[in-house]
């Protein structure tokens, strides 16, 4: 039965679809289609002939075995090899080997996406909104050829995401889904603010400055702890920039939301007071190194600061600092402490 082989290979070869790979999958396919055909033998195998373009179905039929004492139910044996290609099996053919095709070319592109996008995890890029009527609950990014999803939980409260505007989102995950290449970005994610300083901070990239902690509630605070790791640094004057130039454009790409530098420290108290910030704490007391716990003395005019709006501070503190932090007031704690004394004297 002819084929153009030929030509098949010709096109897999221009899709990086080798020989042997293609050969096998339009074996396979001619195969099982050729068992759905009327009268077909149960066992069955294709040779494909390159050179005069045709492939021929080669047929056995079973043999039943001899049944003895020692083995009453004998397995049957193959018989001598037929030529049983059907004479009216050529558009079949085709269509089988267009389908073969189609379906090699799609998995040759799929792994060609992968591979450009796998390395891409964890990164910042950049990419135009694509809406989608018939998904309506996820945004669709374009970038070049390829889609990238981003899921409502990737979102962030309140951001409107408009058809061609350009967005930068950061890559969660590249995988392998039930369509093809899955890639998963997020605009909502605490290391999407870490690469977008990178891009405007020269010391984040020569490892003069570190970013150590990150803690987000996106669409609303950010708080970061950085640190230097170059003498002479200020970690936070590199982040923040000439006149502010470079946290300000760090939050063009972030909306409304507003950002907190803070120093870290490897002393608790003293990153805990820090992370307070914009609120001055007085002193901050250890109560468990193991379980993590301390509290924070602040005045009273600088209360609401400390606890922030809905407790947003003091729950991003808590979050960038990984310590839960209590709050008191610096005027009661130090009223309290003079009452003790003066017990203690009497």
Request: hydrophobic content about 40%; proline content about 5%; some cysteine.
């Amino acid at each position: 039965m002819e084929l153009d082989l030929a030509g098949i290979h010709k096109l897999a070869a221009e899709q990086g679809i080798d020989a042997e790979t293609l050969d096998d999958a339009l074996s396979e396919a001619l195969r099982l289609a050729y068992l759905k055909t009327p009268h077909a033998a149960k066992h069955a195998r294709i040779e494909l002939d390159d050179r005069a373009g045709t492939f021929t179905v080669w047929a056995a039929d079973e043999i039943p075995g001899t049944p003895t004492e020692e083995n009453p139910h004998p397995a049957p044996t193959l018989g001598e090899e037929y030529d049983d290609t059907p004479k009216d099996f050529g558009r079949l053919a085709a269509a089988t080997a267009r389908q073969v095709i189609t379906l090699l070319f799609r998995h040759a592109e799929d792994e060609k996406i992968f591979g450009a996008f796998s390395g891409q995890k964890g990164k910042l890029i950049t990419g135009i909104v694509q809406q989608d009527v018939k998904d309506s609950s996820n945004v669709h990014i374009a970038m070049g050829d390829v889609e990238a999803l981003l899921p409502r939980r990737e979102q962030v409260p309140g951001e409107r995401y408009r058809h061609g505007e350009r967005l930068r989102v950061y890559v969660v995950n590249v995988g392998r889904g039930l369509k093809g290449p899955e890639i998963i970005v997020s605009r909502s994610h605490p290391e999407l603010v870490r690469c977008l300083f990178e891009r405007e901070v020269p010391e984040l990239v020569s490892g003069a400055v570190s970013i150590m902690a990150i803690a987000r509630e996106a669409g609303a605070r950010t708080k970061i702890a950085v640190k230097a790791n170059t003498e002479g640094v200020n970690p936070k004057g590199a982040l923040i920039g000439p006149g502010g130039a470079r946290v300000r454009a760090v939050m063009e790409n972030l909306g409304q939301e507003k950002i907190d530098i803070v120093d870290y420290s490897d002393d608790p108290a003293k990153f805990v007071a820090s992370a307070l910030s914009p609120a001055v704490a007085t002193g901050v007391q250890i109560i468990s190194e193991k379980n993590k716990t301390a509290i924070a003395f602040i005045h009273d005019d600088q209360l609401s600061l400390a606890i922030g709006k809905e407790g947003q501070n003091a729950r991003l503190a808590a979050k960038l600092t990984g310590w839960k932090i209590g709050i008191e007031s610096a005027e009661t704690h130090a009223k309290k402490m003079a009452e003790q004394t003066e017990q203690a004297d009497e």
